[in-house]
Every structure is written in structure tokens, then in C-alpha cells.
């Protein structure tokens, strides 16, 4: 007997070392995911106004980034949204906002490995593409925009947090976010296990305490991807008020491209920047 369990805990031992290797070194992979499919954007209001080109973007001599961006084509607009997506997600739907946004021109683009972005994703590596988004944006933009926007969902809110804490922006949206990776392995036993393991951190509370932008939150209803109390203790380390939305039928896939998120988002985007809120919808606000 003694035999067998001696043997039982070096195989124990073993699967976890081996799996705790594995996380080491995969860590870029297993926390980002892969697109595998694009999930479509049912049309809003005001579809069919605007043109989408889709963009290339190097980050690096080696690297470049598939994009899209899309401009109203019947109105003249100096308002600008970049949208960072979450874990296996193919940003190509996020063009579509514009049918429910109206005259705001929508930038988006895959991480790398994503879709026909080259390279793999880190923390690293996406937050400084961030950066590199942000930037190129601005230069093509900047000199007759009045209002610049970053939206991040989920895995990419802490790209647009990134973002909001080392440049100068009108205003902050955040669709379900977080503290920090380590804070969301707490309730995953196999991955809190090989917490010390965690070399990408994604340490958004840190970030979130500096932001300047006004800043407004989306939750989805029912979400098991992220609670909403992590969501909510991030929201209370910015520095501003933020207004709090949860949609209600909506779940973590699903709460970005659901018909009621984008609605009270446009309220909320073309709202005076000096007064920005969010709409005060029937079980929608907490």
C-alpha cells in the first residue's frame, strides 16, 4: 500500500510540475486564446453610413497587425473610438459599432497571432502594440479630433487601461473588467495552484489608479468569466465617478455585441463629453 501511494504522489508530482512547465512557457498562448471565428454585429440604426478599409499596422521591423477602421460616409466627423478586444476574439465586428455610434470613425485591430496578425501575444508585446495603436491613430486623426475614446472588453481592458495611463484621452469605456489575472485565477483551484507560475500579470488596478479620462463601466447580466465584485473593486480605484451598467440578458460572450450594450453605449459616447452619462434604462444601472 505504502508502495502505491508513494508512486501515486510522484505521479501527482509529476503531472503537476510538467503542467506548471507548460504554463510557464505557453503563458502568451493559454491566456489569450485564438480567434477562431468571427462573431457578427447585428446592424444598429444607422447602418449602411459609413465605409470600412481594412488597415495593416507594423509594430515591429517583423510584425504587423490586421486592422479595420470605419468612417461615416454622409457626415464629417472629428470623433475617434479605438476598441481593444478580449480572449478569442476577432475584432473584425467591432466596424460595425458605427452603425449604432453614427458619426464617430472606429478603429480596430487583432493581436498578434489573432486572425492575419503576425507574431504571438504577451502582455508586453500587446500593451506596447496598444501604445503603437493609440499613437498611430492620433497622428492620423489628431490634428482635427476633438474627442478620442478607448474601448476595451474583458482581456482587453487591460490594454485600454494601458492606454488611458500613459496618454491623454476624452473618455474611457470598460466592458467587464478586472483587478488583475492573478486575482481572477483565485477561484480556478488548478491554475491558483501554479500562481507563482504567473509571469503576465495584467495588474490593472495599478493602471486604473492613474487614469484621468471619464470612465464608464458595462457589465454583462450574468457573467461566470469574471464577477462582478472584481469588475466593481476596479471601478472604485479610478480616480473619477464611474457609472455602472448592467445589461440585463447578456452573458460575458455576449454582452459586446448585444443590441441594448450598444445602445446605452451611443448614449453614452454622444452625451457632451462635460456631461457624460449613462442612460437611465429599467434594470440596467447599479
Given at each position: ?64 497587425l490586421e486592422g479595420w477602421v470605419a468612417r461615416p460616409t454622409q457626415a464629417q466627423t472629428n470623433r475617434v473610438l479605438i476598441y481593444f478586444g478580449g480572449r478569442n ?194 434594470g440596467i444601472a447599479l
Open positions: 500500500m505504502s508502495l502505491s501511494l508513494s508512486t501515486l504522489a510522484l505521479t501527482a508530482a509529476s503531472g503537476y510540475a510538467a503542467g506548471t512547465s507548460l504554463f510557464w512557457a505557453a503563458q502568451g498562448r493559454l491566456i489569450f486564446g485564438k480567434a477562431s471565428k468571427l462573431r457578427p454585429l447585428l446592424s444598429g440604426p444607422v447602418a449602411a453610413q459609413q465605409m470600412v478599409q481594412a488597415l495593416r499596422l507594423a509594430v515591429t521591423a517583423k510584425v504587423e476574439e476577432h475584432v473584425g465586428w467591432a466596424s460595425g459599432m458605427s452603425s449604432y455610434l453614427g458619426p464617430w470613425t472606429i478603429y480596430a485591430f487583432n493581436y498578434r497571432g489573432f486572425g492575419q496578425s503576425g507574431g504571438r501575444s504577451s502582455e508586453t508585446t500587446a500593451k506596447a502594440d496598444a501604445l503603437k495603436i493609440f499613437d498611430e491613430v492620433w497622428r492620423l486623426e489628431g490634428s482635427r479630433c476633438v474627442e478620442l475614446v478607448v474601448m476595451g472588453r474583458s482581456l482587453g481592458t487591460a490594454m485600454a487601461l494601458s492606454v488611458a495611463a500613459r496618454r491623454e484621452l476624452s473618455r474611457l469605456v470598460l466592458l467587464s473588467p478586472f483587478e488583475s489575472l492573478e486575482q481572477l485565477v483565485r477561484k480556478r483551484p488548478v491554475l491558483h495552484s501554479m500562481r507563482w507560475a504567473l509571469r503576465q500579470k495584467f495588474d490593472c488596478s495599478r493602471d486604473a489608479a492613474t487614469v484621468q479620462a471619464s470612465t464608464a463601466v458595462f457589465l454583462a447580466a450574468s457573467d461566470t468569466r469574471i464577477a462582478h465584485h472584481s469588475s466593481l473593486a476596479l471601478a472604485a480605484r479610478l480616480r473619477q465617478t464611474v457609472p455602472v451598467c448592467v445589461v440585463p440578458r447578456t452573458n460575458h460572450k455576449t454582452l459586446p455585441r448585444h443590441p441594448e450594450t450598444q445602445g446605452a453605449l451611443a448614449a453614452f459616447l454622444n452625451a457632451p463629453a462635460s456631461m457624460p452619462k449613462l442612460p437611465n434604462l429599467p
